[in-house]
């Protein structure tokens, strides 16, 4: 869990079990979710159960307005904690503020909050954004902060930024050795992990479908359905909600004892093996599936017979069960 930070304005500590109505403004407005890639919740009992999920998940904090005592909003940073990831230095930011509070330097003074957490606490050697292509506020504060587009956007919907610990520090004059100990934050030590490759965490002989609670949690409801856990556990043990690499699925897969042979090119007309993780092309995005006995469990389509109307397939990655 992160530690809290403080700023002239604002605390920001991790969420709480008696947040629930704090998530639920935040959750219910879709100006505020969509940024972030949050489900909308039309109800405060759905409040409660994605508050669970974000507190299990260790990678948010709420945003507390001092002068209000009220909850305004949550920052996510995610560390890639993962022994065997790779690019695990990165960290990924992101934000949310409810609709009441824009324009008033909270995004801002948060930012900067967090960017120090994530250089010198986290010891990110990068950190690494994004913000829809149509919110130009979000990139006029990341460029503020020294960030600089790093990708042109395929899916034009995304506008990618980074900043790395050396320009950091050159632009802002960033001496660690005045860092009080509130920022300090050390990796927890992984704990021992019951699975391996010779104690994998069960033989895959049936899939139970788990539908992606998100628009870019394919990827973890894919190892979620083979390792026969949550899709929650599979965000926690990746520490990230986003969109997922291929580094972090391997890892989780190793983390589960899950072998797999090499990730191929598909080759067309070639039969698929009897378990497999696919990399699908659709219009505008990539996304992750599962093969398994003649069917497609896919966890934004449903479980099928055939590929999801206009998917190609790139990529097949078999599991050996």
Known sequence: MYPTLTTERLILRPFQADDTAAMFALCSNPKQTEPVDWPLSD??????RFLQRIMNCGMYWAIVLRSENKVVGAYGCSHFALPAAKKKEHSLIWLTLLEDYWKKGIAAEATEAVLRFAFV??????VLSRHHIGICAAG??????????????????YVNYALSAKDYERQHGFDTSTITDTYKYHMPEPTQNPYSFDRPIRRIDSIRFLEQPTEYLCGQAV????????VDEVIGIMQNDKGTS?????????????K????????EGVALPECCILSLKLPGYGHWSLYFRGQYFDPEFGIMTELPPQASLRYIWEVIC
């Open 140 to 157: 006029e504060r990341l460029q503020k902060h020294g960030f600089t587009p790093y990708s042109t956007p395929k899916d034009k919907v």
């Open 43 to 48: 109800t405060p009992q759905k409040a409660e």
């Open 223 to 230: 190892i979620a359905m083979l390792a026969g856990v949550s």
């Open 121 to 126: 606490g986290a010891k990110a050697a990068r």
């Open 260 to 267: 797999t042979a090499k990730r191929i090119p598909y080759a």
């Open 246 to 258: 291929t580094p972090l699925m391997r890892a989780a897969l190793k983390h589960y004892g899950i």
